[in-house]
């Protein structure tokens, strides 16, 4: 049984966010090598709150992987064509935004706005066409594991983990169900 997974627009921003603030910090290590200089170029420019901005954009790629695997594993259809297209106009619409308002936020105006923008931009399609093959990556995996159960691969339970396993495949799958009850001897795999 295929399936296709269906990556949510909310899912989607999940990995956006991620996407954005990656590119934002490649494109200062592009144009500032030097970390001292860049970190005194992002303090100047209003780029204080970048510390909390990485962390939430950690913890919104971190759900939107789990939901779109565990979206694939319940076999939620309909594909969503253009990931690409759509991650690549978030970021580069994200990425020009959150550079236009951290100038004039900061009060040291437009300069240096267009030599930024010439390197984070196309940095920000590199970056999207990136998590574009993360985001695929992890849909075909769910989608794998769901086949493999659907199609009776043995599943063996043992503690807080469940294995699948398949010819030259094993998956670990954690489940907050504790052990199961009883006791057996422990599963050894001999290839």
């Not at 030097?34 to 913890?59: C, F, K, M, P, Q």
Request: aromatic content about 6%; charged content about 15%; some cysteine.
């Amino acid at each position: 049984m295929s399936r296709r997974s269906n990556v949510r627009p909310a899912t989607l921003l999940g990995f956006g966010l991620g996407g954005v603030l990656v590119g934002h910090a490649l494109t200062y290590l592009v144009l500032v090598p030097d970390a001292h200089a860049r970190t005194a170029d992002l303090s100047a420019t209003g780029h204080a709150y970048l510390d909390g901005a990485n962390a939430l954009g950690l913890v919104a790629v971190i759900a939107a992987v789990s939901v779109l695997f565990f979206r694939g594993l319940a076999g939620a259809g309909d594909r969503h064509p253009r990931v690409y297209e759509r991650l690549a106009a978030f970021q580069l619409t994200a990425f020009a935004a959150m550079e236009l308002l951290e100038r004039l936020g900061s009060g040291v105006g437009l300069r240096h706005l267009v030599p930024t923008l010439a390197v984070g931009l196309p940095v920000q399609l590199a970056v999207a066409a990136i998590v574009a093959l993360l985001v695929r990556f992890v849909a075909r995996t769910a989608n794998a594991v769901a086949d493999l159960v659907a199609d009776g691969a043995p599943v063996w339970s043992c503690g807080a983990a469940t294995l699948l396993a398949e010819p030259a495949t094993v998956v670990v799958l954690i489940s907050a169900g504790g052990p199961p009850p009883g006791r057996a001897p422990p599963i050894s795999f001999v290839r």
